[in-house]
């Protein structure tokens, strides 16, 4: 599949936590993305998984994405599908969108344990963050390296639409404006 389709489509928001944020370069705009993306998500049926690395340490996913308890797993290991049943939780046939940070730590490591898995992932460049851009840079040239497709939040709901006739066009546009 070369465009996405929400139909056939995940969305895997990785450790956007309140403790780890604030340390993120440009982490407003990378948790306004993952919210872009989450509304969406919702809107048009795409099944959303957060993960939370260390929750005691470093706190619950930011409220404003407020994730529901069913949507949520903790891990301590940076590759989430290493984490017992996480790997379980995401539909095979799907392909996977991720959000989340750290883009060269846990975001990096999923994506790699994905495509090992042969899953198609796509990574939203402006929705992952890293303390540091230079991580971040070299985060999604390795991920692309490795097969994953590097996307934009606007793509992605692009994609997801398919045609300016959708039902939620207006909706989902309006995130964007």
């Not at 403790?19 to 990378?30: D, E, F, K, N």
């Not at 407020?66 to 989430?80: L, S």
């Not at 992932?121 to 994953?148: F, I, T």
Request: hydrophobic letters at 50%; one cysteine or more; proline letters at 6%.
């Amino acid at each position: 599949m070369l465009t996405l389709d929400a139909a056939r489509s995940g969305l895997l928001v990785i450790d956007l936590q309140a403790r780890l944020m604030p340390a993120i370069a440009q982490g407003a705009t990378v948790a306004l993305n993952a919210r872009r993306l989450l509304t969406a998500a919702r809107r048009l049926d795409v099944p959303v998984l957060f993960t939370e690395q260390n929750p005691r340490g470093l706190g619950a996913t930011l409220p404003e994405l407020a994730p529901a308890a069913a949507e949520t797993a903790h891990k301590m290991t940076f590759d989430a599908l290493r984490a017992p049943g996480i790997a379980n939780r995401l539909d095979p046939s799907r392909a996977m969108v991720v959000a989340g940070c750290e883009a060269h730590v846990c975001v990096l490591q999923t994506v790699l344990g994905l495509r090992a898995r042969n899953r198609p992932v796509y990574v939203v460049a402006d929705a992952v963050g890293s303390r540091s851009p230079e991580n971040h840079r070299a985060a999604l040239e390795r991920m692309a390296r490795h097969g994953a497709e590097v996307v934009t939040t606007e793509m992605v709901l692009f994609e997801w639409l398919g045609s300016a006739d959708h039902p939620a066009f207006r909706e989902i546009v309006a995130l964007i404006k």
